[in-house]
């Protein structure tokens, strides 16, 4: 089992900056990959950002160039620092870890942080 616990969500201007972050534990050992979902009112779920074990990330193109994704060296907390906000970018904002256990793949989730961005 893993564990996830967000923090860094709040208000904030349009063009302003925050940073997420999510602590896992647990079996972390586990764990192939961490990223950061997204879900707007009246919305799918989308995946933000991922990073794998060696590093390799992923974003979906509304964020490039604005939002990073980043793990600590232990592996055991993901960050994602958001710059130039916009409205559109208001969500609640999950994070996810992928992990592989005797070849069985699972996903867990946080419970999300809510990220509100003013015009």
């Known amino acids: 089992q893993v564990q996830l616990m967000e923090s860094g969500g709040g208000l904030v201007q349009a063009g302003g900056s925050l940073r997420l972050s999510c602590v896992a534990s647990?079996?972390?050992?586990?764990?192939?990959?961490m990223g950061w979902y997204r879900q707007a009112p009246g919305k799918q779920r989308e995946l933000v950002a991922s990073?794998?074990?060696?590093?390799?990330?992923k974003y979906v193109d509304s964020v490039k160039g604005r939002f990073t994704i980043s793990r600590d060296n232990a592996g055991d907390v993901v960050y994602l620092q958001m710059s130039s906000l916009k409205p559109e970018d208001t969500a609640v904002y999950y994070c996810?870890?992928?992990?592989?256990?005797?070849?069985?793949?699972?996903?867990?989730w946080g419970h999300g942080t809510q990220v509100t961005v003013a015009s």
């Open positions: 647990g079996n972390i050992f586990s764990i192939n990959a």
């Open positions: 996810n870890a992928a992990s592989t256990v005797m070849t069985i793949n699972l996903n867990y």
């Open positions: 990073i794998t074990n060696g590093g390799v990330t």
